[in-house]
């Protein structure tokens, strides 16, 4: 039996490679979270972020639903979910209208008609929009503002940073959960929520980019004087490094994740220096004597492979030259000793390990950059349904994916 709350409920629902993450929140005066709890449950058949056995990766949802509600004494109903995966793509895009050869004063209206155009704007086939993100808008005079509300222009140009995704793909993430008879009260790119929660606004402004180091997958996000200019995700994750200790270790899979966690370093130590191979969870069929070295090198060269083609796309991008800002690690990766120094060597700016912005509550899962996605989606659904309660831009246009979520019909 679960107790009335007081307060209204935010729950976010992230369905990994390695785990299915569900947190609960109440949403307090003054947009105050107060963090009730975190439910986890192994991943069942879920590669890359995207679900390859759909029975399987549901019972794992219903996992970490079920101890969710009894650790926290929550009815869940609804979640803000995350969504990632290999297929997702962004770019950025502008659109612009007229207001009359005389100008004319903006207003709300005005804003909502472009971005309803940035909308309508075509993508690949199969694709559909999971977000448009406003980077800015300019006047016909080229000046740069974030609220034009109340000026006069004779055309109104805004940028945006659209994100899309394969509708196929993630139909089958929503259908997922709906099957649960749990409703989707809006969903959020994973590295978007983790940005979220680690990122203040004056880092923002400052310039960040956050690199989420997960076990299937390595998303990316860049902000540059406080908006959102390029983001990015690459098929390849922890596993990879797990995998290629695996194959030269000559070992099974659980086995090397399990060397992974307890002897993995991005630090080269004394050449003498070796470890003993032993493992508790999954033993071996015998103990053996490799150099430490060899267990460094075979996780860097992956790493350092993640972070060039990372580099590859930044140095593409134009704001490239002229970032000047942080980069902030976060994910199950970002617990490897000496990641940070690696990053630093191969990107050339600063890097520190990721920080979650406080909460009120429960401050167990604080140290835990592999939660860091589940507390942004409480943060994303915060400001969700701040807006939706003054019916600003997100409470009065309904996203393109919700009403193609609306229109899914399931199979009984």
């Known amino acids: 039996m679960f107790w009335k709350k007081e307060w209204p409920i935010l729950v976010g629902l992230e369905i990994g490679t390695s785990k299915i993450a569900c947190s609960v929140a109440e949403l307090r005066e003054e947009g105050e979270l107060y963090l009730l709890g975190i439910a986890e449950s192994p991943?069942?058949?879920?590669?890359?972020g995207e679900i390859v056995d759909f029975e399987l990766a549901q019972k794992s949802v219903h996992d970490a639903i079920v101890e969710?509600?009894?650790?926290?004494?929550?009815?869940?109903?609804?979640?803000?979910?995350?969504?990632?995966?290999?297929?997702?793509?962004?770019?950025?895009?502008?659109?612009?209208?007229?207001l009359g050869e005389e100008g004319?004063?903006?207003?709300?209206?005005?804003?909502?008609?472009?971005?309803?155009?940035?909308?309508?704007?075509?993508l690949p086939t199969g694709q559909i929009l999971l977000h448009d993100l406003l980077k800015t808008?300019?006047?016909?005079?080229?000046?740069?503002?974030?609220?034009?509300?109340?000026?006069?222009?004779?055309?109104?140009?805004?940028?945006?940073?659209?994100?899309?995704?394969?509708?196929?793909?993630?139909?089958?993430?929503?259908?997922?959960?709906?099957?649960?008879?749990?409703?989707?009260?809006?969903?959020c790119l994973s590295i978007f929520a983790t940005a979220q929660a680690v990122l203040t606004r004056s880092q923002k402004m400052h310039g960040a980019i956050v690199i989420d180091l997960g076990a299937g997958l390595t998303d990316y996000i860049v902000y540059h004087g406080g908006i959102i200019v390029h983001s990015g995700v690459i098929g390849v994750g922890q596993d990879h490094l797990t995998n290629d200790l695996a194959l030269a270790l000559r070992i099974p899979f659980p086995q090397a994740e399990e060397i992974k966690k307890h002897f993995g370093s991005f630090k080269l130590g004394s050449e003498s220096i070796k470890k003993r191979l032993t493992t508790s969870n999954h033993p071996l069929p015998e103990e053996r004597l490799v150099p430490y070295n060899a267990?460094?090198?075979?996780?860097?060269?992956?790493?350092?492979?993640?972070?060039?083609?990372?580099?590859?796309?930044?140095?593409?991008?134009?704001?490239?030259?002229?970032?000047?800002?942080t980069i902030y690690l976060t994910g199950g990766g970002s617990k490897i000793d000496g990641v940070e120094e690696l990053a630093q060597k191969i990107f050339g700016y600063p890097v520190k390990l990721a920080e979650p912005l406080p909460f009120e509550g429960?401050?167990?899962?604080?140290?835990?950059?592999?939660?860091?996605?589940?507390?942004?989606?409480?943060?994303?659904?915060?400001?969700?349904?701040?807006?939706?309660?003054?019916?600003?831009p997100l409470g009065k246009m309904r996203s393109s994916l919700l009403r193609f979520l609306g229109n899914i019909k399931f199979l009984n």
């Open 137 to 187: 808008y300019s006047l016909d005079d080229g000046t740069l503002t974030e609220n034009p509300i109340g000026l006069f222009s004779k055309k109104l140009t805004a940028e945006y940073h659209l994100i899309s995704g394969i509708a196929t793909r993630l139909q089958t993430t929503v259908r997922c959960v709906k099957e649960l008879s749990i409703d989707i009260r809006n969903y």
């Open 104 to 122: 004319d004063r903006i207003d709300q209206k005005h804003l909502m008609e472009l971005r309803s155009l940035v909308r309508q704007q075509a």
């Open 295 to 325: 267990i460094v090198k075979i996780m860097r060269a992956r790493q350092e492979e993640i972070f060039e083609i990372i580099k590859e796309d930044l140095e593409m991008q134009s704001f490239w030259p002229h970032f000047t800002g």
């Open 362 to 392: 429960d401050q167990s899962y604080l140290n835990r950059p592999d939660l860091y996605t589940v507390l942004g989606l409480l943060r994303y659904g915060r400001i969700f349904e701040m807006e939706s309660l003054k019916e600003g």
């Open 43 to 48: 991943s069942l058949n879920v590669r890359k």
């Open 68 to 98: 969710a509600e009894a650790k926290t004494n929550v009815a869940i109903e609804e979640v803000y979910l995350a969504i990632s995966g290999a297929h997702i793509r962004s770019f950025n895009s502008k659109v612009v209208i007229s």
